[in-house]
């Protein structure tokens, strides 16, 4: 018996363009069949001085990569790939890639079932399912700006290049050699495929993004204490220690509670990782 050949993915191209393109003049959006990375590819354009506001998505990803540096890894249809690129000046960087999990998040759920969302955020930048399951994963990379026009909201402060590189499971993958047991879209939702879900997306976290811009990472806040899968378990510290998670700050960072006492934990020091289940009454 023949095969059945997979159809081609019909992208939403330029209905993103459309949403898009009024609140961010000049913005441009490409989908390639494949690359070695969305990220690394704007991040080599910025330092080229190419630093137009761009939405990059690609079908195969064949050297994408996770946060330190793990690799991504997918065929065509298995998952969204992309990486939103613009010129960005904030008063503040911290919390960032936390502001870009909880638009995503609210995009793929936005009307949370009573309780705790699905659709979760385990700090300091994957999306869980379900409190117990991957579902993607989140990379923001900065770099300065080169011959670009000062960011159109910078208010006077110095731009840089941001890139915010996306990865969601659309099809369930395999789970063999992961340590987190991995989720899909079509778990949330089995009508989303990788275009429709990349229209759902895009135009909230460009908004996003221009109000991180304008007032930081403290009003999301309260919208990722609603999501956070961490808040209440025992978790371990990459540099040793442990304690219960607490939330995070107004600048994001992941509040420990330690035998030592309260502890403020950014992502550029350690990272985290759940060590057990949910506390009594937590």
């Given at each position: ?26 913005f441009t959006v490409e989908v390639l069949p494949r690359i ?45 790939m992309f990486s939103l690129g613009l010129p960005l000046a ?128 403290a009003p999301m806040q309260p919208r990722f204490q609603q ?56």
């Amino acid at each position: 018996m023949t095969a059945t050949a997979t159809p081609p993915l019909r992208w939403t191209a330029e209905a993103v363009w459309e949403a898009v393109t009024p609140v961010l003049p000049g913005f441009t959006v490409e989908v390639l069949p494949r690359i070695d990375s969305t990220n690394t590819e704007l991040m080599r354009r910025a330092r080229a001085g190419q630093c137009e506001p761009t939405l990059l998505v690609a079908e195969v990803q064949t050297a994408g990569r996770g946060r330190l540096g793990r690799p991504w890894h997918n065929a065509a249809g298995d998952s969204l790939m992309f990486s939103l690129g613009l010129p960005l000046a904030p008063q503040g960087w911290s919390g960032l890639s936390l502001a870009v999990g909880v638009s995503i998040a609210e995009s793929l759920q936005p009307v949370a079932a009573p309780g705790r969302a699905r659709v979760g955020l385990k700090w300091p930048n994957d999306l869980w399912l379900d409190d117990d399951r991957k579902l993607g994963g989140i990379l923001v990379e900065t770099a300065s700006l080169i011959g670009a026009p000062e960011a159109p909201h910078g208010m006077g402060r110095a731009a840089r290049y941001v890139v915010a590189g996306v990865g969601i499971n659309v099809r369930p993958p395999q789970a063999d050699g992961l340590s987190t047991p991995p989720g899909s879209l079509r778990d949330v939702d089995d009508r989303l495929d990788a275009p429709a879900a990349l229209l759902r997306v895009v135009p909230p976290l460009v908004a996003m993004l221009q109000s991180f811009e304008a007032y930081g990472f403290a009003p999301m806040q309260p919208r990722f204490q609603q999501r956070d899968v961490l808040r209440g378990r025992e978790v371990t510290l990459s540099d040793g220690g442990a304690g219960t998670a607490h939330g995070v700050a107004e600048d994001g960072a992941l509040l420990v509670l330690t035998p030592e006492g309260m502890r403020a934990v950014t992502s550029a020091e350690i990272s985290v990782r759940p060590a057990g289940q949910a506390l009594p009454g937590a």
